[in-house]
């Protein structure tokens, strides 16, 4: 009779683990990627004055996909331009030095790989940082 209980109870806490993971995976309703990178004046290339990022969504169960967007620099200017995964343009822009750049853009989330390029130049130095986050 022990036997058959532990039997039942393993059963059990294997379908309850099995339950739990699927639903972790594969029903989770909040979704955040980030990509982050530094441009380098003293590094610069002119073969790589482009800079690409792509950021893969791969959850749509949200209302809305916030973008946030943010770039510092202390050097040079660049301009910049998001893309969604249908490659339709989403925003884009121009910062210069001393300058912080820091938007949030609320967007219809859209399975796929989203790409923001940075063309920049020989004088281009700082930080970025772009973030998508599911929001309620």
């Given at each position: 009779?022990?036997?058959k ?5 393993i ?22 990627r ?67 750049y ?35």
């Amino acid at each position: 009779m022990k036997r058959k209980w532990r039997i039942v109870l393993i059963a059990v806490f294997i379908a309850l683990a099995v339950g739990i993971s699927y639903y972790s995976f594969f029903y989770q309703e909040h979704f955040m990627r980030s990509a982050e990178g530094v441009f380098l004046s003293n590094e610069y290339e002119e073969k790589y004055k482009q800079v690409i990022r792509e950021i893969t969504v791969n959850k749509t169960k949200y209302d809305t996909l916030l973008v946030k967007h943010e770039i510092n620099l202390d050097g040079g200017s660049l301009t910049f331009e998001l893309f969604d995964p249908n490659n339709r343009l989403v925003q884009s822009g121009e910062v210069t030095k001393d300058q912080i750049y820091a938007e949030k853009l609320e967007v219809t989330p859209i399975k796929g790989k989203w790409r923001v390029q940075y063309h920049t130049n020989k004088d281009t130095n700082g930080k970025y940082i772009i973030s998508l986050e599911s929001a309620e």
